[in-house]
């Protein structure tokens, strides 16, 4: 199960992301990628180290709502798992 994160900083790097995200998940956050980091359009996904979907859920409305780089996160859980980018 993926957990789809929008609403980045453009001043925030790829680093910042991915650190901020596994300090909040902690042992949920199995893989942390970043697209588009330092761009309008970027995006995270964490595979998450849950099996059960409602976990996932909520799990993203734990980061949903939380400020990163001065901008309020929008977190949702692909209960797909697959790789098709997130709608903006």
């Known amino acids: 199960m993926n957990l789809i994160?929008?609403?980045?900083a453009e001043s925030c790097s790829e680093q910042?992301?991915?650190?901020?995200l596994k300090r909040e998940l902690g042992h949920y956050a199995k893989n942390v990628e970043v697209v588009d980091a330092g761009k309008p359009s970027a995006y995270a996904t964490v595979e998450l180290n849950a099996e059960?979907?409602?976990v996932g859920e909520?799990?993203?409305r734990q980061i949903h709502g939380k400020q990163l780089g001065g901008l309020t996160l929008e977190a949702s859980a692909d209960l797909?798992?697959?790789d098709t980018p997130p709608a903006h």
């Open 58 to 60: 909520v799990i993203a």
């Open 52 to 54: 059960v979907p409602y």
């Open 16 to 20: 910042e992301v991915r650190e901020f």
């Open 80 to 82: 797909f798992s697959d």
């Open 5 to 8: 994160v929008r609403n980045i």
